[in-house]
T-cell receptor
Framework: GQNIDQPTEMTATEGAIVQINCTYQTSGFNGLFWYQQHAGEAPTFLSYNVLDGLEEKGRFSSFLSRSKGYSYLLLKELQMKDSASYLCAVMDSNYQLIWGAGTKLIIKP | GAVVSQHPSWVICKSGTSVKIECRSLDFQATTMFWYRQFPKQSLMLMATSNEGSKATYEQGVEKDKFLINHASLTLSTLTVTSAHPEDSSFYIC?????????????FGQGTRLTVV
């Protein structure tokens, strides 16, 4: 079956760095997405990786290793507004998004 | 990025009534729209895939007669929750894919919080 695993919850301190991991097993692979979702709101797109390596976008970076079925989202210089759920999703061979359960990130002052 | 507008943002309805949720792509044509449901503290659950001009494809366990989907144009899809019950209370989110070639992201609407009383 298809499976996306990510930690349920993480806690970090304002100004610090946090890495949220995601491992996946899917039928085919057409890219991995990271989304941010604040409570009561729809997800917003953060990043897309289809090739191995690191993609940097401001304070956020996303890494992919296809051979390991592994990705991480790296958040630097954490701000209180970064408190949210972070969803990992993989696009399978049918171009359908398979969603992880999300990681709730709690930022403490 | 592309904009997807979902309406209403929230709705409260009585048990047994029907509720229609609209999903519009504002600046692009979407041949495919997706409808998700999200219960508190859970991830998105795909309900159905809506293709313009054809019948929607429903995921296993989703009642097609209860959740009516119409994708009448390249910019509009609607989800109607018929004979709503309290257990249908949830956050419903639509997303749309641009028809112009392969897209790298699905664009999401703002979501609709449905409460059935």
């Amino acid at each position: 079956g298809q499976n996306i695993d990510q930690p349920t919850e993480m806690t970090a301190t304002e100004g610090a760095i946090v890495q949220i991991n995601c491992t996946y097993q899917t039928s085919g692979f057409n890219g991995l997405f990271w989304y941010q979702q604040h409570a009561g709101e729809a997800p917003t797109f953060l990043s897309y990786n289809v090739l191995d390596g690191l993609e940097e976008k401001g304070r956020f970076s996303s890494f992919l290793s296809r051979s390991k079925g592994y990705s991480y989202l790296l958040l630097k210089e954490l701000q209180m507004k970064d408190s949210a759920s972070y969803l990992c999703a993989v696009m399978d061979s049918n171009y359908q998004l398979i969603w992880g359960a999300g990681t709730k990130l709690i930022i403490k002052p | 990025g592309a904009v997807v507008s979902q309406h209403p943002s929230w709705v409260i309805c009585k048990s047994g009534t029907s509720v229609k949720i609209e999903c519009r792509s504002l600046d692009f044509q979407a041949t495919t729209m997706f409808w998700y449901r999200q219960f508190p503290k859970q991830s998105l659950m795909l309900m159905a895939t809506s293709n313009e001009g054809s019948k929607a494809t429903y995921e296993q366990g989703v009642e097609k007669d209860k959740f009516l989907i119409n994708h009448a144009s390249l910019t509009l899809s609607t989800l109607t929750v018929t004979s709503a019950h309290p257990e249908d209370s949830s956050f419903y989110i639509c997303s749309a894919k641009d028809r112009e070639g392969f897209t790298t992201e699905a664009f999401f609407g703002q979501g609709t919080r449905l409460t059935v009383v």
